[in-house]
């Protein structure tokens, strides 16, 4: 008669290294993609920022187009923002006060010939 002996094995646990290397490359990818994003929307809180302390001064209203743009971009090197030019600013004035608007774009380049394009549009209304 043949011995033969009936194992009681053990059931594999934990992951292959397939595994292991897959999980690593997407979250390599998504800390890739929060590395390039983060200062993106750094700089639209210090833009938020701006805006706010724009609304704050008073006499803001009453002075003309060309001089409130010139306030909000002084604010905005203070703040070190580089994404936004006088080009994206428009001044819109109406009777109730004076509506400032700041609409740009900022692409960031992720790898080979990807890159992603965020677009920001913020606005403050500022009451006379």
Do not use: W
């Not at 994003?37 to 003309?64: C, I, Q, R, T």
């Not at 992603?116 to 500022?126: D, G, M, P, R």
């Amino acid at each position: 008669m043949v011995n033969t002996m009936i194992r009681t094995g053990q059931k594999q646990k934990g992951m292959t290294g397939i595994s292991i290397a897959v999980l690593v490359a997407m979250f390599g990818f998504i800390a890739l993609i929060g590395l390039k994003v983060f200062p993106v929307y750094m700089e639209s809180f210090k833009v938020n920022s701006a805006l706010d302390s724009l609304k704050k001064e008073p006499g803001v209203a009453k002075k003309p187009s060309g001089t409130i743009v010139t306030l909000l971009m002084k604010r905005l090197d203070i703040d070190d923002v580089e994404s936004v030019t006088r080009q994206e600013i428009s001044i819109e004035k109406s009777a109730s006060g004076v509506n400032v608007y700041v609409d740009y774009e900022v692409e960031k380049h992720l790898f080979s010939n990807v890159s992603l394009l965020i677009v920001f549009e913020k606005s403050a209304e500022i009451p006379k």
